[in-house]
């Protein structure tokens, strides 16, 4: 059973950092984050192949970073640092970790970020 642990998320002001990480149980071949507010569909923040490839959303891009640790072969992590925030950043963050030969897909429990002006 695969296990999605994140952890980080809280209350900041703009302008400040934030950083969230998330620990899986397993190999996959792409990690990221998502996000989700209230009547929206979740978003693509970031996410990261075991390739090094990275995808970010454009309202990230220069200001957030992802990286990955493929450590061992039975556990993945995921990192995502979130500097200069904005109060649209504001949301329920999800790690996701994507296994493309079996098309499976996990999902975190989320961890809600707030940035407050």
């Not at 990221?32 to 978003?43: A, F, I, L, S």
């Not at 500097?83 to 649209?88: K, P």
């Not at 790690?95 to 961890?111: E, F, L, V």
Request: aromatic share 8%.
């Amino acid at each position: 059973q695969v296990h999605l642990v994140e952890s980080g998320g809280g209350l900041v002001q703009t302008g400040e950092s934030l950083d969230l990480s998330c620990a899986a149980s397993g190999v996959f071949d792409i990690m990221g984050w998502y996000r989700q507010t209230p009547g929206k569909q979740r978003e693509l923040v970031a996410s990261r192949s075991v390739y090094g490839s990275t995808n970010y959303a454009e309202s990230v891009k220069g200001r957030f970073t992802i990286s990955r640790g493929d450590g061992d072969l039975v556990h993945t992590t995921v990192h995502l640092q979130m500097s200069d925030l904005r109060t649209e950043d504001t949301a329920v963050y999800f790690c996701n970790a994507h296994q493309i030969a079996s098309s499976n897909m996990y999902w975190g429990q989320g961890t809600q970020v707030t940035v407050s002006s």
